[in-house]
């Protein structure tokens, strides 16, 4: 399964990006570089998205915009691309 959230990626000004995600709840990342960011926004979202798969009645919310997303002078937005496979348990 594919899924692609846009996140928005802050400069921070004591250094470093900070990645976080309108539509995954309490879902945030950070990094020194942009390259780190990204990286940690990518296993952050696919951490989010397995814990919610894992529920009973999994919610996974639509993908917003990105003309609906506020942004302040130093944010910009990337599309994360999780690949998440399903998988069962081992049969014996």
């Known amino acids: 399964m594919r899924f692609i ?7 921070q000004p004591q250094g470093g990006f900070r990645a976080s995600f309108p539509d995954l ?3 945030e990342a950070e990094g020194e570089t942009m390259v780190e960011v990204l990286r940690n926004a990518t296993a952050a979202a ?4 397995d814990l919610e798969l894992q529920e009973e009645e999994p ?5 917003s915009d990105h003309a ?3 942004l302040l002078e130093n944010e910009c937005i ?3 691309l999780v690949i ?3 998988h ?3 049969d014996e």
């Open 46 to 49: 696919y951490d989010w998205i």
């Open 68 to 70: 609906d997303i506020a």
């Open 5 to 11: 959230y846009p996140a928005v990626i802050a400069e």
């Open 78 to 80: 990337r599309d994360i």
């Open 88 to 90: 069962q348990g081992w």
């Open 25 to 27: 709840m309490m879902c």
């Open 84 to 86: 998440y496979r399903m």
């Open 59 to 63: 919610d996974l919310p639509p993908a």
